[in-house]
């Protein structure tokens, strides 16, 4: 079983749709937790960052940790067609460099 | 500022040939890694560095070589290309972690390799 699991999609919604995004872990160590937004044929981009539990929002983004039920979430409103691409989510122990990584979910947003 | 460059874009080898992946980044970042991006599998990485001549394995580093000479420079090795190899392989850097830093990585373009 992977550290972290993903649903690789490809999620279609429609445009102003509100859209959730989630990852759930294995390893309750996992302090740090990301979600990088990856376009078509480029690299990954960080989106939001949070550490330990709790909500951050960004704008129409929102990304919230639920460390009991070892569960992450990224939430995007007002979807646009430019919020199209692969959501991946990352996350790493305190005395640890290494991200480990979700496998990614695609997103598609119809206009 | 260019970020993190890689080259080539694009390369196509036979199996059983080596070549190096280059990458280079002008940001004066301490941490650099290579990943591998396969279907499905999300990235893994191959091998990091914390700094000049430090590197370490990371989670499926058989196959590569890596070292590391100077801050801006991270070049990964391919031994003798295999076609389980076949991938889109990303260079990143970012500043060394402390409680006060983020977990930013910039991500190069990648670089697509087949192997034949």
């Known amino acids: 079983q992977k550290e972290v699991e993903q649903d690789p999609g490809p999620l279609s919604v429609p445009e102003g749709a509100i859209v959730s995004l989630n990852c759930t872990y294995s390893?309750?160590?996992?302090?740090?937790f990301m979600w990088y937004r990856q376009y078509s044929r480029k690299g990954p981009e960080l989106l939001m960052y949070?550490?330990s539990s709790g909500n951050k929002e960004d704008g129409r983004f929102t990304a919230q940790v639920d460390k009991s039920s070892k569960y992450i979430s990224l939430f995007i409103r007002d979807s646009q067609p430019s919020d199209s691409a692969t959501y991946l989510c990352?996350?790493?122990?305190?005395?640890?460099?290494?991200?480990?990584w979700g496998a990614g979910t695609k997103l598609i947003i119809k206009p | 500022n260019a970020g993190v460059t890689q080259t080539p874009k694009f390369q196509v080898l036979k199996t059983g040939q080596s070549m190096t992946l280059q990458c280079a980044q002008d940001?004066?970042?301490?941490?650099m890694s290579w990943y591998r991006q396969d279907p499905g599998m999300g990235l893994r990485l191959i091998h990091y560095?914390?700094?000049?001549?430090?590197?370490d394995q990371g989670e499926v580093p058989n196959g590569y070589n890596v070292s590391r000479s100077t801050t801006e420079d991270f070049p990964l090795r391919l031994l003798s290309a295999a076609p389980s190899q076949t991938s889109v392989y990303f260079c990143?850097?970012?500043?060394?972690?402390?409680?006060?830093?983020?977990?930013?990585?910039?991500f190069g373009p990648g670089t697509r390799l087949t192997v034949l």
């Open positions: 990143a850097s970012s500043p060394l972690i402390t409680k006060l830093s983020t977990d930013t990585q910039y």
């Open positions: 940001m004066n970042h301490e941490y």
């Open positions: 560095s914390v700094g000049a001549g430090i590197t």
């Open positions: 390893n309750s160590a996992f302090q740090y």
């Open positions: 949070t550490y």
């Open positions: 990352a996350m790493r122990q305190g005395s640890n460099y290494q991200l480990i």
